[in-house]
């Protein structure tokens, strides 16, 4: 039995490779990974210090300068199942939390840092593929949002600047682990280091610091 998994993604001229191994067979998990023969843009999407060598590897056979590769990195919060509070609608009565339709793709893709030219593809997918936290005004426009990212953590966490420090957020945040839990999945997120604000929040909602993954931005080879 094979324990050990490379899946990859492609959407028109960008894909993300996610990989993983369960029982440490690196090298095959290697073998994987340079088999794929990608010809356009990718990332490696959230793997473990542990398979940064395999990364460089891959990095090295494209004809890469290893001093050119950066790990990017993020940390893993968790939050206990225990935590996660039943839903209630306890706000007040000029907003309100529930699903967000990939209808809004365009307005998260417009909002989000790492936006690119085709990413709103990417956006669309994941929204209407997995559930979407928004919280929305009396006219039901959304003012925060909280998507579900293909390796099942949160992501795409925004709220409008005119609405901040309001405790947005946190209801997307808490609407999203109620349905995640829902399904009997464990809630988690990734903040890259730098970002303090994001971490204090997360912590304040009672998650926990778990690991830390890393991602390489991978050039096309044309």
Not at 104 to 131: C, H, P, Q
Not at 133 to 142: H, R, T
Not at 171 to 198: C, D, H, Q, W
Request: proline share 5%; charged share 20%; with cysteine.
């Amino acid at each position: 039995m094979r324990l050990e998994k490379c899946v990859h993604h492609c959407l028109d001229s960008k894909a993300y490779i996610y990989l993983n191994t369960v029982k440490g067979l690196l090298e095959d998990l290697k073998s994987l990974l340079c088999s794929l023969n990608l010809k356009v843009f990718h990332l490696i999407c959230g793997y473990e210090e542990r398979l940064k060598p395999l990364v460089e590897n891959y990095w090295l056979q494209l004809g890469q300068d290893l001093s050119e590769l950066e790990h990017q990195p993020a940390i893993v919060y968790h939050l206990p199942s225990a935590k996660v509070p039943r839903w209630t609608p306890r706000l007040d009565v000029s907003n309100k939390v529930g699903c967000l339709s990939s209808k809004y793709a365009d307005l998260v893709d417009k909002n989000w840092t790492y936006r690119s030219v085709d990413s709103i593809r990417f956006i669309r997918g994941i929204m209407e593929n997995n559930v979407a936290a928004g919280v929305f005004d009396n006219n039901g426009e959304p003012l925060a949002w909280c998507l579900r990212s293909p390796n099942g953590s949160l992501s795409n966490l925004h709220v409008l600047s005119s609405h901040r420090r309001k405790g947005l957020g946190s209801l997307a945040v808490g609407f999203m682990a109620y349905k995640i839990k829902s399904t009997g999945s464990e809630v988690l997120t990734t903040v890259v280091p730098e970002n303090r604000n994001s971490q204090k929040m997360f912590e304040k909602l009672g998650f926990k610091p778990i690991n830390k993954l890393f991602w390489a931005v991978v050039p096309s080879p044309f």
